[in-house]
């Protein structure tokens, strides 16, 4: 849903963003006739014609439109051939460069579509392809364009480095001051980690730990989790149970992550000579949510929550499960079709005074 909203937002800022700049050289160019009293029905000539008719306004949305959609579906090929496991700066200048490609297809699209309806003065276009004002203003016109593309692809990137709620909450200052939320946790920790890293090495195993997290971040905005931090081998997501439509989800995402490393076996197999497993804990319960730090920003959550939701995960060798789940989540997570419930009983866990209720959820009925 996150991600729908900014396609939205840049296909409406382009759109936007070029009509400003039609409106701008049409109100100039109006203005310095009225200053100069020329007569426009006097005009003979085609381009003078076409600049000072609303015909641009048309342009520019159709422009703004194409560009849009095109902006959006270069951004999902290059998430489709995992184009941002390469450097934040190269990324950037690598998509810019193909933004710019994406201009000039959308440039010939718009000519074409607004020639076929025969609505440009006849002869304005191969007027201005022989106008060095007209060059020159196309020219310049590009220039500006291609520094809104880089603007917008620093934008979208920092989106995806900091996540979009994230960035919401930073510039709302929702969390300047300390807030208390209801949310949930999923901690997921690779299986046999220390196994993995000494076998692999350094660099093999950071790499591996790399590849599934990009697996994970496929599934956040399909199920509307937050990415609350990344641990070594372990990844904490987040949901405000005030917003979660299903509570279920949480464990929907656990167990969609299992099944997308089980269907790339073959790769994992194949680079890293293992398929990595992970286990889960999943807790809810009312945290502190503040925005911390002025050099590197956070948002941090503090509370019993997490330090239970932690506990859990770390027991699920002792009771060989992939999956444990708090009864005081499980409680609110209504009917969990396809899942298999079994409860653990009343644990206690390590560091924790109080005894928890803990559930093993498994696939199947």
């Known amino acids: 849903m996150n991600k729908l909203k900014i396609y939205f937002l840049i296909i409406l800022y382009w759109v936007v963003i070029l009509n400003l700049v039609a409106y701008f050289a049409l109100v100039n160019v109006l203005g310095f006739i009225d200053v100069t009293g020329l007569?426009?029905?006097?005009?003979q000539n085609p381009l003078a014609k076409y600049w000072t008719s609303p015909?641009?306004?048309?342009?520019?949305?159709?422009?703004?439109?194409?560009?849009?959609?095109?902006?959006?579906?270069?951004?999902?090929?290059?998430?489709?051939f995992k184009v941002e496991r390469f450097s934040f700066g190269y990324v950037i200048l690598f998509k810019s460069l193909i933004y710019l490609v994406g201009f000039f297809v959308s440039?010939?699209?718009?000519?074409?579509?607004?020639?076929?309806?025969?609505?440009l003065p006849e002869g304005a276009l191969q007027a201005a392809l022989v106008s060095q004002t007209s060059l020159k203003l196309i020219f310049f016109s590009f220039v500006f364009l291609f520094v809104q593309v880089i603007v917008l692809n620093f934008f979208v990137q920092t989106i995806k480095k900091f996540g979009y709620k994230n960035i919401t909450n930073f510039l709302m200052g929702k969390y300047q001051n300390p807030v208390i939320e209801d949310r949930a946790f999923l901690f997921m920790d690779l299986k046999s980690s220390t196994a993995y890293a000494e076998t692999?090495?350094?660099?093999?195993?950071?790499?591996?730990?790399?590849?599934?997290?990009?697996?994970?971040?496929?599934?956040?905005?399909?199920?509307?989790?937050?990415?609350?931090?990344?641990v070594g081998d372990e990844v904490v997501l987040t949901w405000e149970m005030d917003k979660l439509e299903n509570t279920y989800k949480c464990i929907d995402t656990f167990y969609t992550f299992k099944h997308r490393l089980e269907k790339r076996e073959d790769y994992y197999m194949k680079k890293y000579g293992v398929v990595p497993q992970f286990k889960a804990g999943l807790?809810?319960?009312?945290?502190?949510?503040?925005?911390?730090?002025?050099?590197k920003r956070d948002i941090a959550y503090h509370g019993d929550v997490l330090n239970t939701a932690s506990r859990i995960q770390s027991i699920c060798n002792e009771y060989q499960e992939r999956l444990l789940v708090s009864g005081a989540l499980l409680g609110k997570a209504g009917d969990l079709n396809g899942y298999k419930v079994e409860s653990i009983g009343d644990v206690q866990l390590k560091g924790k005074q109080k005894i928890i209720d803990v559930h093993a959820v498994r696939e199947g009925l």
């Open 39 to 43: 007569n426009l029905d006097e005009l």
């Open 55 to 80: 015909i641009q306004l048309v342009e520019s949305t159709l422009f703004g439109l194409l560009f849009g959609i095109l902006f959006v579906a270069i951004n999902e090929l290059s998430e489709k």
């Open 107 to 119: 440039f010939a699209l718009v000519y074409f579509i607004i020639g076929g309806v025969g609505v």
């Open 200 to 230: 692999l090495g350094n660099i093999k195993y950071s790499k591996l730990i790399k590849d599934c997290v990009l697996e994970i971040n496929q599934l956040v905005d399909k199920f509307d989790a937050e990415i609350y931090q990344y």
């Open 283 to 295: 807790h809810c319960g009312r945290v502190t949510v503040a925005e911390i730090g002025n050099i």
